[in-house]
T-cell receptor, first 115, second 111 residues
């Protein structure tokens, strides 16, 4: 256990559905991240939150909508996704964003399939 | 834009061998470099973090080196075991936890 919990572990949705991914960290960290891992591609950073404020949006389509109500919880709201959005979505946290030697702790991910 | 290349893409070895996994990156202005392990369908586990001022970092049978000026890092695994089978990812940090990942080296250690 890394201290970062993601739910659900697996999700199948149609292109017209709306769903949300949840991430919770029990490490007392202040920075949280969403990464996307597609087959045979490197991990791509999607969003970064520091002390609940979004500091990075890596040109992600608006059909992905993040929410960070507090430093321990991070959501990714999904709507009208495309089949190419099928991937493993990983949440991570670190103590803070401004530290230059911060280890990232990852959750186990949500494997998303869009039909 | 930082680009990361990991060689080899896949590696299959018998148990007990010593291994070297290679990582190269294009922008040497990094603050640190992390090596991660990923099991199939799972998240990443941080193995080692080398600060930009360090040359190497060790944890058990793992040793990672960093040559920042040439944009290279290696992960050395001593006396490999079947439990080491996983994908190994390197990720230089360009600051503010902006990690760029390689595609990884998929390692299979057979008994």
């Amino acid at each position: 256990e890394t201290g970062v919990t993601q739910t659900p572990r697996h999700l199948v949705m149609g292109m017209t559905n709306k769903k949300s991914l949840k991430c919770e960290q029990h490490l007392g960290h202040n920075a949280m991240y969403w990464y996307k891992q597609s087959a045979k591609k490197p991990l791509e950073l999607m969003f970064v939150y520091n002390f609940k404020e979004q500091t990075e949006n890596n040109s992600v389509p608006s059909r992905f909508s993040p929410e960070c109500p507090n430093s321990s919880h991070l959501f990714l709201h999904l709507h009208t996704l495309q089949p190419e959005d099928s991937a493993l979505y990983l949440c991570a946290s670190s103590q803070e964003l401004e530290g230059f030697d911060e280890k990232l702790f990852f959750g186990s991910g949500t494997q998303l399939s869009v039909l | 834009k930082q680009e990361v290349t990991q060689i080899p893409a896949a590696l299959s070895v018998p148990e007990g061998e010593n291994l070297v996994l290679n990582c190269s990156f294009t922008d040497s202005a990094i603050y640190n470099l992390q090596w991660f392990r990923q099991d199939p369908g799972k998240g990443l586990t941080s193995l080692l973090l080398i600060q930009s001022s360090q040359r190497e970092q060790t944890s058990g049978r793992l040793n990672a080196s960093l040559d920042k000026s040439s944009g290279r890092s290696t992960l050395y695994i001593a006396a490999s075991q079947p439990g080491d089978s996983a994908t190994y990812l390197c990720a230089p940090d360009s600051g503010y936890s902006t990690l760029t990942f390689g595609k990884g080296t998929m390692l299979l250690v057979s008994p």
